[in-house]
């Protein structure tokens, strides 16, 4: 068996694309021109890496903009944690709900065991004809 090795490898870098106006034709300003397509002359384009858009698409879902100055941010998550980020939903506002008909012990039930506000909890039950299994289910989905 051969040794495993340990290879050090660069960070991937962006690359800077310079489109400049050259008064000879030569095979160099035709690939300059090749890769900075509907750019004007004089002008620098930003080649991403395919991580890196990955990267700035994630920090788009999560409404973070940029910053100038800032040119490198961690994010730490637990290991249990979801890999998805949610928005937090906007709670009753403080509005009592008619909860006439059902009992307490089980919006109690339905608000542990589905995670909800009691508001969302009586609203189940009325749907589902007070039927704690069929709530805690259409709460869960």
């Known amino acids: ?53 990955k990267a700035r698409k994630a920090l788009e879902k999560l409404h973070l903009t940029r910053v100038q100055g800032i040119t490198r941010v961690t994010l730490r998550r637990p290991k249990n944690a979801d890999a998805e980020a949610k ?9 009592e709900v008619d909860a006439e008909g059902i009992e307490d012990k089980d919006i109690e039930l339905v608000m542990t065991q589905a995670n909800v506000s009691r508001k969302k909890a009586i609203k189940a039950l009325k749907e589902n004809d007070n039927d704690i299994v069929n709530s805690i289910m259409a709460l869960s989905i």
């Open 1 to 53: 068996m051969a040794n495993p090795r340990v290879e050090e490898l660069p960070d991937d870098e962006t690359k800077k694309v310079s489109v400049e106006e050259h008064e000879d034709e030569s095979s160099d300003s035709e690939i300059e021109g090749e890769d900075a397509e509907g750019l004007p002359s004089g002008s620098t384009a930003v080649i991403h890496s395919r991580n890196e858009k």
């Open 87 to 95: 928005k937090d939903e906007e709670e009753d506002d403080g509005e």
